[in-house]
């Protein structure tokens, strides 16, 4: 990588960071908040797609063991 390339890129590390010291005071840059907040979505999303795959599960083993 040449020293361009390397101080673009901690140019970019910089820009997706807030204060440095925020880190050192246990709080969350807004980068961690956005991906806690995905994270969290993609949870709340994938809850009713777990429940119903649940829900099947269920009925294959009610299925299965009226063939015992």
């Known amino acids: ?3 361009t390339e390397t101080m673009n890129m901690n140019l970019t590390i ?4 807030s204060d ?3 880190h050192d005071q246990g ?5 961690d908040n ?3 907040a995905k994270l969290k979505a993609e949870h709340e999303k994938a ?4 429940a119903s ?4 599960l ?11």
Do not use: H
């Not at 910089?14 to 960071?17: A, H, I, P, R, Y």
């Open 58 to 68: 269920e009925k294959i083993q009610t299925q299965v063991m009226s063939f015992f």
């Open 1 to 3: 990588m040449t020293e």
């Open 27 to 31: 709080k969350k840059s807004w980068l």
């Open 34 to 36: 956005i991906i806690a």
């Open 14 to 17: 910089e820009d997706f960071t």
């Open 47 to 50: 809850l009713p797609l777990r």
């Open 53 to 56: 795959v649940l829900v099947d």
């Open 20 to 22: 440095p010291n925020e």
